[in-house]
């Protein structure tokens, strides 16, 4: 077998705020730098603003408060080329009371071939290997972009809800309306 | 700039979603299969982060949290290897997060109620960047063992826990690494979880006398491997040049 396997995943554990969103887990800075992610806008965007806000529910419809939440989206012109004013990469933290957690970002411009659309990843305690699924815009033509067509039936669980100013989105980890995850 | 997709995941590798020894994952592991997609730039493309976005001290959990003039409490250690990917080529400037408990077991969270005490001078948390040939590094003390309500009489063994960046987002990892000779790693269903004994041995640190400093500090090496490249026509060409 060779020596260079990926390392086996394991899971982010009720903790991972310490590591990775020091500020929810109560944890001061001190001699550390700062946090990373949670802030995707700096200053006046040229595209269009929005919240969006991820609920991850579990097999008893209980919000997950313990996770961790990444997306990583195009920009408003459907560009991965990080500027001055838009991270296309943003981390929350499920609030550890409510489980919501809000992203206030741009919203994507399509790239070739496919739909407007985040990739979200979840890490959580029980979660062995993080989750990757992604989100879709109601208000945009999807019925082309190929991940929504190999969802089939279940794609639906890929589309956001409209919430002024933003979007909500509800993730479920199982159920019958099981969100779609990917293996990518 | 070529941007060759990553070789599959080998899930039979990693640890299956649903683990009945591991109580979590029963409502938290999905039912369906995940569905295997090909690649597109989201999934190539990943953030980025620079040494100025790092603090002099993130990669010194012993100093970080430390009044100034104390220490964090415990067996001080290096903690040291390198990021590599499965093609056995270095992964350079991609961010390594790290966190774990101090030396009595106990996590500084507003979560953890454990009665073991908090150390006023150690925070848990560090991170650093890769090096150009991949290598990474930090100090830190030995975590303590605890308890975990798993429904039995159940410990963690002492573990850190690591998260990774890579090239592209399909890259990212979460995992986390053991001590070598530690009992408990045979017996926490956590990492029982993994199937393969020999994927578990790669999550378990070794101590390296080489980088142990006398009179100082212990070093235990821990390399960490991120999903590699799919080698295509084109690439092999450029090489061949």
Redesign the interface.
């Known amino acids: ?20 969103a ?1 500020q929810t ?4 800075q ?5 946090p ?2 949670h802030k995707m806008i700096a200053g006046v965007t040229p595209g269009h603003e929005m919240t969006l806000d991820i609920t991850v529910l ?3 419809g ?1 919000p ?1 408060k ?1 996770a961790l939440i ?1 997306i ?3 920009g408003p012109e459907g560009s ?1 080329a ?1 500027t001055a004013q838009f ?3 943003g981390r929350q933290a499920a609030d ?1 009371t409510t489980g919501q957690a809000r992203f206030q970002t741009l919203k994507p411009g399509a ?1 070739k071939g ?1 739909a407007p ?1 985040v ?1 979200v ?1 979840i ?10 699924s ?1 989100i879709y815009f109601p208000d945009e033509n999807n019925a082309s972009d ?2 929504m067509i ?2 089939g039936d ?1 794609a639906e669980t890929l589309v956001a809800a409209k919430a002024e100013p933003g979007y909500t989105h509800v993730i479920r ?2 159920g019958p309306k ?7 | 700039m070529t941007k060759n997709p990553f070789s599959p995941r080998d899930l039979q590798w990693h640890p299956p979603a649903l683990h009945h020894d591991y109580r979590s994952t029963h409502l938290r592991a999905p039912q369906h299969k995940l569905l295997h997609m090909p690649q597109t730039e989201t999934e190539l493309t990943g953030p980025t982060f620079g040494q100025n976005d790092l603090g002099p001290l993130d990669d010194d959990l012993i100093l970080n949290y430390a009044t100034d003039g104390q220490m964090a409490q415990g067996p001080r250690i290096i903690v040291h290897g390198k990021l590599l990917d499965e093609n056995g080529r270095a992964v350079a400037g991609k961010l390594i997060e790290v966190w774990q408990a101090n030396a009595s077991g106990r996590y500084r969270h507003v979560n953890d109620g454990y009665l073991a005490p908090l150390d006023d001078n150690f925070g848990g948390c560090g991170r650093c960047l890769s090096g150009a040939d991949g290598s990474y590094s930090f100090r830190t003390i030995l975590p303590g063992p605890y308890p975990w309500p798993n429904g039995g009489n159940d410990w963690r063994p002492a573990h850190i826990h690591f998260s990774v960046f890579g090239d592209g987002f399909a890259q990212r990892l979460i995992t986390q690494m053991y001590f070598e000779g530690d009992p408990h790693i045979k017996l926490c269903p956590i990492v029982q979880s993994i199937p393969d004994e020999t994927a578990i041995d790669r999550l378990v640190a070794r101590l390296d006398m080489d980088k142990t400093i006398p009179m100082d500090i212990r070093a235990y090496r821990f390399d960490i491997v991120l999903r590699g490249r799919n080698a295509t026509l084109f690439e092999n060409q450029m090489e061949g040049r």
């Open positions: 077998m060779s020596d260079f396997k990926e390392s086996p995943s394991q899971t982010a554990g009720p903790y991972v705020h310490i590591g990775c020091p887990a109560g944890l001061e001190r001699g550390m730098g700062a990373f992610g579990d097999g008893e209980a997950v313990d990444e990583w989206q195009a991965y990080p991270s296309n990469w550890l790239l496919q659309h990739l990843w890490a959580a305690r029980g979660i062995n290997l993080a989750l990757t992604r190929p991940f190999a969802a279940r980890l199982q099981e969100t779609v995850f990917f293996d990518v």
